[in-house]
């Protein structure tokens, strides 16, 4: 079952979707089906071929470089995108710190960040989570202080994942202990390169390298750094992580796996008969889908009703990254014993190796493991229950 948009709104899918199939470079689009890692040189200049189209950045207002796409536009763009094996955009930049700047960042830096983070030339990571403060992050330590005209800062974050590959951090802080936990926080922004900053990589149970703890000693930088006003961080915190959660529930990228998923299960037999015509296993894919078709509906709903997002942020993001886990799942017994053999390496990474059985089983054990994250990052499905719980007065 398809969903139909209205005349104009097909029109652009179309458009959005030639273009895809045009100027994507066929090496990436491969490496995005295959799901293996694209690299910060690849993703650079992708970003590059939409810039040039005026397509970089689909949520930003046209007034900062943006296409100014109202939302139904924006949703088509992500999932035709995500559907012809677009690389997702590295959300830290463009839909994290972008939208905080539009709502506090002073005109200069505005002026500044907007047009490189457009660009890609500031490739930014997240600095939240601490040892000790995820889900509670309100119990962050990370201490900045002002002094004269810089802020010295030190602490450790955690799991800060592309930090190997930033030049650019956005960082929560504690500048004050008085009152609550929340009403001490601050934001600042700048580049990661400095000196008394160390990173150091966290191996993840995939095999692969994403995300690092990194270590403040003495750091010192601009006093302009700080982002809108000292100790209001937290409020900056949950707009941007609104948006992160909207980006998470994925929904372009289920469609493409799924496709995936059923092709997989047309191509592995089971006593001569395709799997995928085995009732059991349709079921399940079936399930699957009625629950992605409705996570879109939802989405849908949520666009219709404007404003910006709220608890149903939560909702998209619980619903889509359990359907993530869910398709994974699937293919893992779709693939059967040819996604036993585990190489993180050979799975994420590109190789001109031939791979044992169909070209996907090499990348499916790396696959299951790396998707286990998505019901954590972002906040904890546990915490958007209890968000939504908090909501509804329970
Ligand atoms: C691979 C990876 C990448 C990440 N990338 C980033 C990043 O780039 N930047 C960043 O800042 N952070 C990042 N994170 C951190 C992520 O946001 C945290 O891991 C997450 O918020 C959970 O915090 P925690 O790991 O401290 O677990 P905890 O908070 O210790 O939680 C442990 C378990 O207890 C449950 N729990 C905790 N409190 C409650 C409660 N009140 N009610 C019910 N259940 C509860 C949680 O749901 C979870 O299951 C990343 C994490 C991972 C694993």
New binding site residues.
Partial sequence: MELRYPDAAKRFADEVRAFMRAELPPTTRDKVFRRQKITPAEQREWQGRLCARGWACPGWPAEYGGPGFDALQRHIFDTVASEEGAPAAIP?GESMIAPVLFHVGSPAQKAHLLPRIRTLEYYF?????E???????ASLKTRAVLDGDVWRIDGQ???????HHANMIFMLVRTSTEGKPQEGISMLVFPIDQKGITIRP?I?MDGGH??NEVFFDDVRVPADSLIGEANKGWNYAKLLLGHERLSIARIGQSKRELRLLKAMAGEQTVDGEPLLRRRSFREKVSMLEVELLALEITALRMIQAGGSPGVEANMLKIKGSEIQQGLTELMMDALGPWAMPFDGERGLHDTNEATLGPADAASEGPNIL?TR?VT????????Q??VISKSLGL
């Fill in positions: 830290f990571c997240q600095g939240f989570s040892p000790g403060a995820g889900s509670d992050l974050k955690m799991w800060t994942s592309m930090a966290i993840t994403s995300t790396s994250v954590i990052y972002g906040g904890s499905n546990e915490i229950r209890n």
